[in-house]
C-alpha cells in the first residue's frame, strides 16, 4: 500500500479501531496507545500489506496487543475481574444503549470483541475468526452466548423495571 | 345460594372454567346486567387461564432440547439464529412450528432484537492527525533509531583523524648530509621510532608530532669504507627542543667481517638499484602498510568501518571527500541514511 493508502486508512479505520478496544479495555490511555502500536506495525510493513486487507491487519495486530496486555495485567492483579453472570446493576438507565453498553461491559473480553467484531464492524465468522485467531465453531457459540447474555440482561431489567 | 356480590368471584370462577348450570348462568348473567361495573373483573378472569392450544409439553420441550454446538435451548438457539441470518432449512422449519407452539416466541424475539450492537455509535481517535504521515518526512521508525546509532557511532569515527592523514609518512632530515646520504642503506641499518613518549602533550591536533628516529646497525652490516668510520646521528628538523642524539653504539666490526673491496662495491650497488626503487619505509608505517593490505584490504580505515557499519545498521552510508587543487583533502562529509555530517580539514 501507498502512503496515501496508509493515510487512508487512518482516516477510514483509526475510529473503529479504537472504538473497538476502548469498549473492550475501558481504559483511554491504553486505548489510544494500542491503537497507535497497531498504526505504528501497518506503517513498518506499509510495503507488504494489502490496501484492501489493511483493516483486517489492524483489529488482528489490535485485538491481540489488547489480549497481551489483558493478560499481563491480570497476571499482575491490576485487572478489575467482572463476574461473568451478574446481573447487577446500579444506576438509572436513560435508554437501551446504556443498558446494552452496561450489559456488554460484563461479558468476557472474547465474548465482547466477537460481538463487537460482529456488530460494529459487520465482519462475518471466518474474518472474526482470523483476527481472533479462534476456530469458526468457537466463534459462534461465543456470539450466540453473550447473546443470551445480553437479552437475559435486558430481560432483567425490564423486570426490575 | 343466590349471586350476590360477596359470593360473584366463585360464580365468576365457574363461568371461566363452564361449571356453571344453565340457571345459575341465568341469575349470572341478571346480577351482570344489574351490575355491569363487575362485567370487566369478569373479562379479566380469562387471562388467567392457559389456553387449552398451549400445550405444556410441548413448552417444556422446546425450552428443554439444547443445542449441540451451542448448549442454548431450542428457542434461543433458533432467535439468535435468525437474528444473525444464519437459519439453515431445517432452523427455518423449527422456527416457524415454534412460533405456532409457544406465544413466548415473539416476545423473545423483540428482545433479542435490541441485543444488536448500533454500528452507527462514533468514537472518535483523538491521536489521528499524528498518525497521518508526509511523504517528505518519511522515515521508518527502526530505520530512524538504526540511524540515530550509525550516526553516533560515525561521529565517534569522525572525530579521530582525517581518513587521508592516517598513512603519510613523517618527513625526516638527517643533520649530518654523509649520514643522510647513506641511511637509506637498508641493509646495513635499521631505523625505529623511539622517545615517542617525550612529546609535549600540548601539541596541537594536525601538527607534526616530534618523533626522534634512531638508526642502529645490523648485526652485520654493509658500510662502505668513507663511511664506517663514523657514529651515524639523526635529528628531526621539527624536534627544535631535542638536540641531535647519537645512535646506540654499533659493536667494533672484527677483522673477518670485513668484506672485500670489490664485494663491498657489488653490494652497494644492489643496495643503490633496491634503495632507487623501494620507498624507505620506518617500520611503524610498514607495520599499518600491513595492516592496510592485509586487514583493510587496501581500503581506508574510515572505508571499511562505513562498511561495517553500513551491513550491521542496514543504512546506505558513504563518504564525500573535497579536495583542493594540491589533491588534499578540504572537507569531508559522511552520509547516513537521513543524516549527513560534514567537517573542514
Redesign the interface.
Known sequence: MT?KE??NA??LH??H???FI??SIRDQEKA?DI??DA??KL??KVEEVDALKCKAYLFTTAYRRMIDIIRREKKQGNWNEVSEKSYSHSGHYSD??EI?QSA?AQLTEVQRSV??L?????YDYNEISEITNLSL?QV??Y???A??Y??DY??SIETVV | MKINKSNYEAYFLDFVEGKLTANQQAELDLFLAVNPDLKFELDSFDEVILPKEECVDKIAKSELIRNEETGLNEMDYLLISELENTLSEEDKQSLIRLNFESSKVDKERAFYSKTKLNKDEVVLFPNKARMIKKPAKLIYFYRYAASVAAAVLALFLFNLNFPDDQYEPRKIEFANSEIEKEIPMKAAYVIFEEQKAKEPKTLKKNKPSTIIYAAQKLEKPIIPASFKEQEPVIKISEAESLAEIPAKETPKETENQRMEPNEVEKQEEKIAQVSASEEFVPLVQFAKNKFKEEVLKNKTLTETLAEELAAATNQKISFEAVKNQEGKTEQLAINIGKFSFSRKK
Open positions: 502512503v496508509y493515510n487512518v482516516e483509526s475510529d479501531v479504537f472504538r476502548l469498549k489510544k491503537v497507535q498504526f505504528e506503517w513498518h437501551l444503549s446494552l456488554l460481538i463487537m460482529r456488530d460494529y464492524e459487520g465453531s459462534k457459540v456470539i450466540f452466548r447473546r443470551k445480553l437479552k435486558l430481560v
